[in-house]
């Protein structure tokens, strides 16, 4: 079974630029989160999609939004970008809220953003 | 509102020492539990869970008991290896009217030295 799936790796962006992540989560996922990792605040989450609805979001800037498609596929856009949003984006997909689910979440290995 | 605390790191160990890694959360109701681990270069995975009070989640030699009394679900091993060299966050989901919410904790970095 393939695990979470978050394109690109790594990408260098300059300060004012806008950047799209995009996440595949595990094949019958629906639910699917997003989070900011950085050394000095840790893991921030961002925002959760669920049926293609944000059900729940973080305490992020409005030039952080995200959305996700009929076949539960995500992605999140940063727009402006600024020195400090150079961080790890961390997605994760989950079964939740199906009562099937134990709530384990399942994570990409992530996309590290560097603003310049 | 929920939270999740955990120790500082870095914590730094010789190989075979005794691992304690102290988790203790704010929560209303009766959360789930769970420590996650990350790997250098890698997201996170579980490393283990527990659901109710009371509940010990084991895995890889790693073991946590969920004490509701103490409101903790601190992380043990009995011996460490140079591979558990790792970044470790304790996490707790709680549910509100059918929703589900994550909060984890900002994570402690383990150094196992050979």
């Known amino acids: 079974k393939a695990g979470v799936t978050q394109t690109p790796r790594y990408l260098i962006k300059t300060r004012g630029q806008q950047v799209t992540l995009s996440c595949s989560p595990i094949?019958?996922?629906?639910?699917v989160s997003w989070y900011q990792q950085t050394p000095g605040q840790g893991l921030q989450f961002l925002f959760e999609?669920?049926?293609?609805?944000?059900?729940n979001k973080g305490n992020f800037p409005g030039r952080f939004s995200g959305r996700q498609f009929s076949n539960s596929r995500s992605e999140m856009n940063v727009s402006t970008l600024e020195l400090g949003d150079s961080a790890l984006y961390l997605c994760?997909?989950?079964?939740?809220?199906?009562?099937?689910?134990?709530?384990?979440?399942?994570f990409g290995e992530g996309s590290r953003l560097t603003v310049l | 509102g929920n939270s999740v605390t955990q120790m500082e790191g870095p914590v730094t160990l010789s190989e075979e020492a005794f691992l304690t890694i102290n988790c203790t959360y704010t929560a209303t109701g009766y959360p789930s539990l769970f420590w996650y681990v990350q790997y250098p270069g890698e997201g996170l995975q579980l490393l283990l869970k527990a659901t109710k009070a009371d509940d010990k989640g084991s895995n890889k030699g790693f073991e946590a008991t969920y004490r509701k009394e103490t409101t903790s679900f601190h992380l043990e091993k009995g011996s460490v290896q140079v591979s558990d060299s790792a970044v470790y966050f304790c996490?707790?989901?709680?549910?509100?009217?059918?929703?589900?919410?994550?909060?984890f904790g900002t994570g402690t970095r383990l150094k196992v030295l050979a």
């Open positions: 994760a997909s989950s079964l939740r809220p199906t009562s099937g689910s134990n709530g384990e979440l399942f």
């Open positions: 094949s019958g996922h629906r639910s």
């Open positions: 996490a707790l989901e709680s549910t509100t009217s059918g929703t589900y919410k994550y909060i």
């Open positions: 999609y669920f049926s293609e609805t944000q059900r």
